[in-house]
């Protein structure tokens, strides 16, 4: 692929979210309350060092990009390269030959950390492009416990949302663990749904050997990270989930569930008084004037809204240091933040401010950073 149509790639899906700013309409809650804590500098660690995983992500389209020592998938990187103790044991890919057209994610291994990282990338591929604005919603069960398929969906459209709700009906298990009346981004769901499988047989022989679990994922692949973290969560597998940038996933219903199941209000607290980020938890991270967290946009009918421990970077600029990572403890669940007709913080520099937490996450597959406009 030719380095201009992947910079194409890669740019425009977030240029051409500058004009929702005057498309979204419908209700918004009222604002949240502005409250700030203290915090470790442990967290705010985990939070930068995980960062570095979430650029690698991006180096899927590099000839290098293989299973294998960490430093020859990502040579250019010197994250990489001092850490030739990580093994990348699986790589996933949509394949159009599977009807995937989304979903790309590496699972790496620290045999002397006893650590497994599982991280998915953000937007860089039209698929990725066509599942973001897919943002209907449709019920959530978790995919794993019901052997949700996307074979399942092979008969109904994405822009029906009665059908989609019926088939998971049908193949929803009433044993399994449920989120009444839940809602996810339609999208995202199914095409989670084709590859998580895989994902799950590659880390399941490590988590038989009680090893950690990471769970991470920068923007479309945090949508993808809190689906993934809350089937390894319901497996009983403790991971440590963080997203950086993340679209928003799922509807007040849903967001007080995953909240509940992490026991976010609880560890909020814990946090405030200095501990570290526990195994279980769900942190997110976000910049303040990025406009994807507030994305899918406000329609009639349609409610998004965020779960997680939230970490806000005030800062445009590099470096983001501990000063400008602002702890502001638990989610609202009920907080509709989306973008609206008003002008927007950072509506002109929508690009930098979304591929700039801690560090530069996003291709091209180097330590370079991307000029400040």
């Known amino acids: 692929m030719k380095?201009?149509?992947?910079?194409?790639?890669?740019?425009?899906?977030?240029?051409?979210?500058?004009?929702?700013?005057g498309a979204a309409i419908g209700?918004?809650?009222?604002?949240?309350?502005?409250?700030?804590?203290?915090?470790?500098?442990?967290?705010?660690?985990?939070?930068?060092?995980?960062?570095?995983?979430?650029?690698?992500?991006?180096?899927?389209?590099?000839?290098?990009?293989?299973?294998g020592p960490l430093n020859e998938a990502c040579p250019k990187m010197a994250f990489c390269e001092k850490n030739d103790n990580l093994k990348i044991v699986g790589i996933y890919s949509p394949s159009i030959k599977e009807k995937q057209i989304s979903g790309t994610a590496f699972v790496a291994v620290d045999e002397d950390a006893k650590t497994v990282h599982v991280v998915f990338r953000g937007t860089l591929s039209p698929g990725d492009t066509v599942t973001d604005f897919v943002f209907l919603q449709c019920p959530y069960?978790?995919?794993?416990?019901?052997?949700?398929?996307?074979?399942?969906?092979?008969?109904?459209?994405?822009?029906?949302?009665?059908?989609?709700?019926?088939?998971?009906?049908?193949?929803t298990k009433e044993e399994t663990p449920t989120c009444e009346n839940c809602l996810v981004h339609c999208g995202v769901y199914v095409e989670f749904t084709k590859f998580i499988n895989e994902i799950q047989d590659t880390i399941e022989p490590y988590m038989k050997k009680?090893?950690?679990?990471?769970?991470t994922g920068?923007?479309?692949?945090?949508?993808?990270?809190?689906?993934?973290?809350?089937?390894?969560l319901l497996k009983g597998y403790d991971p440590l989930l963080i997203t950086y940038a993340s679209l928003r996933m799922g509807d007040p219903t849903f967001n007080h569930w995953v909240d509940d199941v992490f026991d976010t209000e609880h560890i909020a607290k814990k946090v405030a008084k200095g501990s570290k980020l526990p195994f279980p938890s769900y942190s997110r991270v976000y910049q303040a004037t990025d406009i994807v967290p507030r994305l899918p946009p406000a329609l009639p009918g349609i409610v998004y809204t965020h779960s997680g421990l939230r970490f806000e970077i005030t800062k445009v600029r590099l470096p983001h240091l501990k000063e400008f990572v602002v702890y502001k403890g638990a989610s609202n669940n009920d907080l509709?933040?989306?973008?609206?007709?008003?002008?927007?913080?950072?509506?002109?520099?929508?690009?930098?401010?979304?591929?700039?937490?801690?560090?530069r996450i996003a291709w091209p597959c180097d330590d370079s950073d991307m000029p400040f406009p």
């Open 141 to 171: 069960v978790p995919v794993l416990s019901n052997n949700i398929g996307y074979e399942i969906f092979e008969n109904v459209s994405t822009s029906d949302p009665n059908g989609m709700a019926q088939a998971i009906k049908d193949h």
């Open 3 to 21: 380095v201009k149509q992947i910079f194409a790639n890669l740019i425009l899906p977030f240029l051409a979210l500058v004009p929702a700013f």
């Open 336 to 359: 509709n933040d989306a973008i609206d007709f008003k002008l927007q913080p950072g509506v002109f520099l929508p690009y930098y401010q979304h591929t700039h937490q801690f560090i």
């Open 27 to 67: 209700d918004k809650d009222d604002k949240e309350i502005d409250e700030t804590y203290d915090y470790s500098d442990h967290v705010y660690k985990t939070l930068f060092k995980n960062t570095h995983l979430q650029k690698a992500s991006y180096c899927s389209y590099e000839s290098t990009f293989y299973e």
């Open 210 to 215: 009680d090893y950690k679990l990471i769970v």
């Open 218 to 232: 920068h923007s479309l692949g945090g949508g993808y990270a809190l689906l993934g973290g809350l089937e390894f």
